[in-house]
Structures are given as C-alpha cells and as structure tokens.
C-alpha cells in the first residue's frame, strides 16, 4: 500500500515550501494532513535540519506514517489530531511559530482503497467514511436518521449535485424497507435515479453523493475554514502555506481565506499604505496551479488538484 501511493505534486510542493525552510537554522514545518507521510518523507529526505510535525485524524494514517518515518524520528512529532487544532498541537510542541504549513486536502489511497472504510463508490463496503472511526456518525448513520431536506441539502452544497431532491427522497423510501448500509446499495440507488442522459455524462453518477456524505460525516468544509485563519496566524515572517485542494468547494474557501489576508488594511481611497497597514502576507503566485500533464499520466489522483501557496511577509 505504502509504496503504491504517490503523493501529489511532491516536487511542486517541495520547491513552494524550500524558500521557507532554507537557510533557516531549525526549520520546522506541519504537515497538517499526514497520511501516508509521502509529503513529509520526502521534504525530511531533502532538508536534513528539518523537524516536521505531522497531524491526522484517522488512527491508521497514523500507524503508518509513524512507521514509515522511523528512521526520522528524532525530527518527528506526530499527533493524532484534526488540524484546526493546531494552537493546541503547537503549544504541545512548544513553539509559537511555524516556517512552513501543508495542507494536502482529502481522503489518502489508505482510505479511499480500504475494504472496509466506505469511501469508494468503486467497492462494495460498508458505509462508514469517517476518517476518525471513533468519533461521529457515519455515512449509513447518516442516511439513516437525516431529514429528506437534510439529506437533500448536504448532496446540493456539499456534492454540487443536480437530482439532490430525487436522491433524497429514493434514499428516504429505500431506507424504509431496510437500513442503507453498503456503497453498492448506494451507488444502485443513484444509478435508480439519475436519468439516463445524464449518467452518461460527468463519470460515476455516485461520485457528488459519495463526495457529499463524506465532507458531511467528516466536517470537512467548516474544519478547513476555521483552521485557515488560526494556520496563518501561526506562520513566521518568510514562512510559507501550501495547500492542495480536490474539489472546487474546499479550493474556494482557501482562495477566500488567501484573498482576505493577502488584503491591503489601509482604507480605500487612500493613495498611499499608511504605516503598519500594509497586508502581512502576499500570494506566493497569483491564482491556483494544476498538476502537470505529465504527472496526471503517472498519477490520475493529480488530474484534481488546485495549489495554492502563500507567504508571511511582515510580523
Ligand atoms: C490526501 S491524504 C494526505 C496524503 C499525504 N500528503 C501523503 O503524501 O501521504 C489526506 C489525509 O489527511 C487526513 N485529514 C483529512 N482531514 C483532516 C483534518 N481535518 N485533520 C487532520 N487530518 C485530516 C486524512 O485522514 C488523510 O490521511
């Protein structure tokens, strides 16, 4: 498993953070989305002073990760943890300041391959998603106890999906001849109700629920939109936040939260910055990157991606 995942746009991400960690005597960096540690591995391997703090919430990323970065441990601190904790996590570590930040949004190939996890629409599993198994509802509970409104509601904002209301009334009947449980039930259903038109169109007609569910079960959205302003409070002055988004709704609430704070203070209309009014970060580049063509063919994963990157310029 370990060796098979390929982590996105590593190189673009290495060479975004380096500026950060260069030159700096005891760079530290969190990798707010460890995973499989493929990100942190490799930026360990290049930068030998570097000490990472690694943060997942699901216990298994974690088991692996920690294996994987064995021979690193002296400069690895792993916490098992969601990362808008991330005032707690550094006061654990005992610093205030960090050079560099990663978030890499998402589910992980652990997850998204895993017999028994409910990610894939592609496998038969039961529905679980959570990427912490020990806390919240799951996907099936979800299905389960939700109103049809709510149901119809997380599928339109959170899976940006057209037929969300004949969905959520097919699961609403379904659900009371017997509990939805499995992906393939699920993903049968959708098939049920989507016209046939549009399942031609758009790939796997269960992809925008299966993506709903999960941001639903996991809180994806409101943990992103919270941790961002607490992550760039927390990098020093030269330090840089890069993250890799999937979907358009997680990549807008970072163009928001980057526009915000890449804002000038001074008030409009003034011909000048007045004095401690210019903004303290600026945009790395302008706008999001895409992953290479090249890199898309050696890893599909990639065709998704949206990078963006910041800098903190000023105290
Ligand atoms: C796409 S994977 C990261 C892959 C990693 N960069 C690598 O190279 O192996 C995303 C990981 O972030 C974790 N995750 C997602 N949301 C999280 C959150 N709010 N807090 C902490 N971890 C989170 C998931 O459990 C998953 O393991």
């Known amino acids: 498993m370990t060796e098979l995942h390929l982590p996105v746009s ?3 991400t290495i060479e975004l953070l ?7 005597e005891h760079p530290v960096v969190v990798d707010g989305t ?19 703090i690694g943060i997942d919430r699901d216990s298994e990323a974690i088991e692996h990760a920690s294996k994987r970065l064995s021979s690193y441990s002296s400069r690895v601190r792993i916490y098992h943890d969601t990362y808008d904790n991330l005032r707690g996590i550094l006061g654990n570590f005992g610093t205030e300041y960090v050079d560099g ?35 919240g509802l799951t996907a099936a509970e979800v ?29 609403v ?30 790939g796997n007609p269960a992809k925008r629920t299966f993506q ?16 961002l302003p607490i992550a760039l409070e927390r990098l020093a002055v030269g330090g840089r936040m890069v993250v890799l988004s999937f979907q358009s709704l997680e990549d807008k609430i970072v163009k928001r939260a980057f526009v915000e704070a890449t804002a000038k203070r001074t008030p409009r209309g003034l011909p000048v910055d007045l004095p401690g009014m210019e903004s303290k970060f600026a945009l790395v580049f302008n706008g999001s990157e895409k ?19 910041i800098e903190r310029v000023a105290a």
Request: hydrophobic content about 40%; proline content about 4%.
């Open 34 to 52: 460890l995973g499989l540690a493929g990100h942190s591995l490799a930026l360990l391997e290049r930068f030998p002073h570097l000490t990472i």
């Open 101 to 135: 930040i990663l978030l890499d949004l998402g589910v992980s190939s652990l997850q998204l391959d895993s017999d028994d996890r409910g990610f894939s629409y592609s496998r038969e599993s039961a529905l679980d998603m959570r990427m912490n198994r020990s806390r």
């Open 291 to 309: 992953a290479s063509e090249s890199e898309i063919l050696i890893n599909p994963r990639a065709t998704s991606v949206r990078i963006r990157a």
């Open 10 to 12: 590593l190189n673009r």
């Open 173 to 202: 009947a379904e659900r009371e001849l017997s509990p939805i449980t499995s992906s393939n039930r699920l993903v049968e259903l959708i098939k049920q109700v989507i016209p046939a038109p549009a399942r031609r169109l758009g």
């Open 143 to 171: 299905l389960a106890t939700y109103s049809e409104s709510d149901l119809s509601r997380i599928l339109r904002e959170f899976g940006e999906e057209r037929f969300a209301k004949k969905i959520a009334q097919a699961i």
């Open 212 to 227: 709903a569910l999960r941001i639903e079960v996991n809180g994806e959205l409101s943990i992103l939109e919270r941790a």
């Open 18 to 24: 380096a500026p950060s960690i260069e030159g700096k």
